[in-house]
């Protein structure tokens, strides 16, 4: 039964990161909104997560009252990523997709009150497994339904030719990774014999997919790819100290966020100097110096790929 506890930690460890998370959202507009909800039900599936194998020990009915709650969160979480992710890139293919799978998610909630969706629950070595009622496969079906047309929709953005929508469609990829690994991982050691679980992975990668979210939420592409970057550029230098005779400078690691700094205030202001000056508060004559020093000034070689910030229409 202690592993029963420790998947609840877990679970209430994932329920603080995407609290803190969601307090960062000030603005409200049709993307932080559907971002909020959907960050909501991830709460709300980790929340029960946590109650029921907390309880599960002293009250199993309890317990499995709890695990009916995680399940209702689950069923409604594919039409709010679909919704997110259609207002983010702007498909409108997918969002009217949404209704849809909102009727399909009502009934599938209606089948799980009767005990035809799910017929019980059971403990199967360390975690709580689902007896499959007979209208389980409609639960399946509704899953794979909902990755299609998310997968679906973020290759069209992937495949435009607009750069702003193959920016964010590449950063939801990035977001949605963890969440498949995980899944993908854990039924491949179930297809071996291995009693695997998620429980304490997808707490994890579903945080992860959350915080990435935000930054689309919050129209804050290059501010993530700076992020994203900077992690990448300490994962190398850590690389290069461990297999090399390399050491650490924190020069090194100064001058490269300066470099991506620069270039992301060059992205947003269309090269303009002047106005980059301003926004770091220094002279012209230094941004002039900087953007010589570091290569900046061959568009073509040097620059990122171009990100607009712009929120696209829903």
Do not use: C
């Amino acid at each position: 039964m202690i592993a029963f506890y420790l998947f609840g930690v877990f679970a209430l460890f994932g329920v603080v990161l995407k609290a803190l998370i969601l307090a960062q959202v000030s603005t409200r507009t049709r993307i932080t909104n559907a971002f909020v909800v959907l960050t909501l039900l991830f709460i709300l599936l980790n929340a029960f997560e946590f109650l029921g194998y907390w309880t599960f020990e002293s009250n199993a009915a309890l317990a499995y009252v709890f695990i009916d709650g995680l399940m209702l969160s689950l069923i409604f979480i594919p039409p709010a990523a679909i919704h997110f992710i259609a207002r983010s890139i702007g498909i409108r293919a997918a969002l009217y997709s949404v209704p849809l799978l909102m009727l399909w998610a009502a009934a599938l909630m209606a089948l799980l009150i009767n005990g035809n969706l799910v017929s019980g629950y059971q403990h199967v070595g360390y975690t709580i497994v689902s007896v499959p009622g007979p209208a389980y496969g409609l639960f399946q079906l509704y899953v794979f339904t909902g990755v299609i047309v998310a997968v679906a929709a973020l290759l069209r953005g992937l495949l435009g030719k607009d750069r702003e929508i193959y920016q964010r469609s590449r950063i939801l990829l990035l977001a949605f990774a963890p969440i498949f690994l995980v899944a993908f991982g854990v039924n491949l050691f179930k297809l071996a014999g291995f009693n695997a679980s998620t429980a304490i992975l997808m707490p994890l990668a579903s945080t992860f997919f959350i915080w990435v979210l935000l930054y689309l939420a919050r129209d804050e592409v290059i501010t993530f790819r700076l992020k994203w970057r900077q992690f990448w550029f300490l994962v190398r230098q850590l690389r290069k100290v461990a297999f090399s005779s390399h050491s650490y400078a924190n020069a090194d690691y100064l001058e490269f966020m300066e470099k991506e700094q620069l270039a992301a205030l060059l992205e947003i202001t269309d090269g303009k100097q002047a106005e980059v000056a301003r926004i770091l508060g220094s002279s012209p004559a230094t941004i002039s110096r900087r953007v010589a020093r570091f290569g900046l000034n061959n568009p073509e070689k040097n620059r990122p790929e171009p990100v607009i910030s712009k929120t696209p229409a829903a």
